[in-house]
């Protein structure tokens, strides 16, 4: 998903450079028909990140309210998840080149008609039927099929997982805080620090704090927020224009700076747990040295004989 994620964000770099010079209305035109497929392509493999995301809920709901063990997931969940992932997104992008969808729409090269006023074949009312789009004949249908009713899908499937997941471990939590002040009355402070399995509520107790509920329930709030955050506003949008077809200024500035940052959200969510075991472990370090050695380490890993290397 990383890597879909940097060449997504590349293709939304370059803006309007890819469109044809003859673009309508398109400042920084530079490009062709060539290079505005090009950049579609990746933008569509802009998809594949939201179908990860509801893979991601999935694996972790399978983990945690339904306890499946991690190798059965990577053995029989994750070869399906990386196939309905890629295969959506990359099917749908070369699909989309070999229908001529890929021209400028007004930001960026993505699926649009071409010329811009041209009538789609589906929505044309002459006899017999007549397509007078030169290129992306048929493309509000496209988008919808290829992009954003999967996305939408996404969007609420990660929802309503997480809320699921949410559920779980509060009552887990609930739970373990009931189990802990048991413990605590019964065999005072040994039993509260969680060291006195002998029983079965001991062995209850420390089976109920083998999750930590609260790291699972800031991790999964963060992991919806980011996500509806990237993917919102193109949907308000995407909405608004049905009812009344106008650019905005405001919201197609705030689309175009959001969406490629999608793999930084990304990235803050996949090491939020790592920041919070950091400073549980060091509550004397300040704010700035836990996301130095949060953020430092990503891909390098923590240097021999680092502290945040036993975390």
Known sequence: MSIIDVFVSIAYMFSTIPSPKSSYEVIWAFGNIQTCTAQGFFIQLGIIPPIYHVCLSIYFLLIVNLEVTEDTIARYVEPLMHVAALGFGFGTAIASIVLDLFNNATIWCWIARLPYNCTDSFNNDSV????????????????????????????????????????????????????????????????????????????????????????????????????????????????????????????????????????????????????????????????????????????????????????
């Open 128 to 311: 017999p039927i007549l397509n007078t789009c030169a290129r992306g004949d048929n493309s509000y249908i496209y988008r919808y099929a290829f992009f954003l009713v999967p996305l939408w899908m996404s969007m609420f499937a990660v929802l309503g997982i997480n809320i699921a997941i949410f559920r779980v471990v509060r009552k887990r939590e609930a739970k373990a805080d009931n189990l802990h002040a048991i413990h605590h009355a019964k065999y005072g402070q040994t039993a509260a620090s969680g060291l006195d399995a002998s029983g079965s509520e001991g062995k209850q107790y420390a089976a109920a704090y083998h999750i930590s509920a609260r790291v699972i329930k800031v991790q999964s709030i963060a992991f919806v927020v980011g996500f509806w955050m990237i993917w919102l506003l193109p949907t308000i949008n995407r909405l608004i224009r049905e009812f009344k077809p106008e650019n905005y200024f405001v919201l197609i500035f705030f689309q175009a700076f959001f969406e490629p940052l999608q793999g930084v959200f990304n990235v803050i969510i996949y090491r939020i747990l790592y920041y919070i075991r950091l400073k549980q472990r060091y509550p004397r370090w300040t704010t700035r040295e836990l996301l130095r050695r949060t953020y430092r380490w990503t891909f390098l890993g923590p240097p021999k004989g680092d502290p945040a290397e036993r975390v």
